[in-house]
């Protein structure tokens, strides 16, 4: 039952004046339920408890962490089909999607279960004591990965379960042993608050400490604000903008005590495709791309929003079947009218640039908050002198950008900024003639893909979601997979403790039977 009030560690509270409702975009109305804004004193509050239940969750052991991360899915599944209905009440997402999302969201929860009672994610590093070293005894020095403090994770607008409130950030952070402040996401807040009611009851039925886990409303920016700057906060999450991410990630290095802020944010996902494949089944290719860029109404991080390629009858048959295959895809529901608002701003400032040619565009009327698709194309020399094209147009639009020769393709690929993903598409292993622009791309993307698509993000421990900037704050980071715990963990050493008082993971015993790095060898043998 969606009641809008906000959760405050366990306790439902609604003490704010300021109320607002979210968007049934399907049907260009609000829904029915008013959700009350946090409040300062809220803010302050759920800080407070975080900080108190940071005394003790950091010293949670794996097991009892896994449980509770069991405990969540368990009661996310427990909410049956009235979080799927609301979902779609919020998002205008379909019921397959809604349902998919939410299989994601338990996996991700289950896969950090496993990782912390595995244990080996601490990266328990010892090297021994050798009192007789000459000229200088050697000490005992034992390192391992321990909680940071209190994360906020924001809510993402484009996945109301995977990246929200019980997403990969809540997960991750939860599994490092870290309490988490949820800035729900205005746009699905019922989602939300169903998803932080199993949160609670999960916190309450394995006796974690009040305060783990709290949920705020705000239909604004300042109630995340004040959250970033709350000294008890150590740590931000956050999938969106540009714009939102950098605002963010300064305003916390302001702060008296700087904090880091794991931002993803913008890419446009740059595809290249090499003059064989083009020849060989340019039709395929363009066939393929056309489903990917209108896929969930282009409204993926990793949406293909540029696509490179060298001048050839190939290239000519590619983009005539894009235009032809594009058209034919029926427009779908943006997530909100503030969204396909902004897609139709940022497409025709992309439209009205010098030399921008529309290969396709839907053209009859659609419904409110449907996006009409576009696919456009330009000159490699008007592209590398026009850096408004490199900017994302979130929503089902690309750009091919038609290159005079190899040179330029390098060229263009040297100049990218930092994204996401990188595609090359290749036959008859031409990839090897054209090193020098793969090593360009590759030192622009987080991640690279082989004859496939970037629209689609597998959660297990070889994904890196991430990039050089702007489409991350650390490119050294993954939001996704269980390596995502990285972010919230800092490594802490021990110097000649006695091994009584050591964490079992450093233990001469070995208790948890992790592997570990002892004198520079990686065993689970006892000391």
Known sequence: MITGKNYIGNTKTANGNKTFKTFNPQKNTENEWTFTEATSADVNKACELAANAFKTYSKVSGAKKAKFLRAIAIEIENLGEELLNVYCLESGLPAGRAAGERGRTLGQ???FANHVEEGNWVEATIDTAQPDREPLPKVDLRKMNVSLG????????NFPLAFSTAGGDTAAALAAGCPVIVKSHPMHAGTGELVSSAIIKAVEKTGM??????????????????????PNVKAVAFTGSL??????YDLAAKRDEPIPVFAEMGSINPVVILPKALENRASEIAKTYAGSITLGTGQFCTNPGLILAIKSEGLTNFVN????????????CMLHPNIAGAYEKNKEKALSQNGIDILAERSENVQPNFAKQVVTTVEGKTFLENE?????????????????????????TSTLEGQLTGTVISDDNEISNYVDVIHELENRVGRIIFNG?????????SMLHGGPYPASTDSRFTAVGVDSIKRFVRPFSFQDWPNELLPAALKNENPLGILRIVDGKSTTNKI
């Open 388 to 412: 408004t094209l490199h900017h994302e147009v979130f929503g089902p639009y690309s750009l091919v950008v038609q290159c005079e020769n190899e040179a330029e393709l390098k060229e263009i």
């Open 321 to 332: 079947t894009l235009a032809e295959e594009i058209v034919n895809i029926e427009p779908s």
């Open 150 to 157: 209190p994360v906020v994770v924001f809510g993402a607008s």
């Open 109 to 111: 929860l289950r896969a």
């Open 209 to 230: 400490p009040n305060g783990v886990f709290s949920n705020l409303n705000s239909s604004g920016i300042e109630v995340g604000q004040e959250l970033v700057q709350n």
């Open 243 to 248: 714009k939102g991410g950098r605002a963010l």
């Open 453 to 461: 698509v970037p629209t689609g993000v597998e959660v297990c421990p």
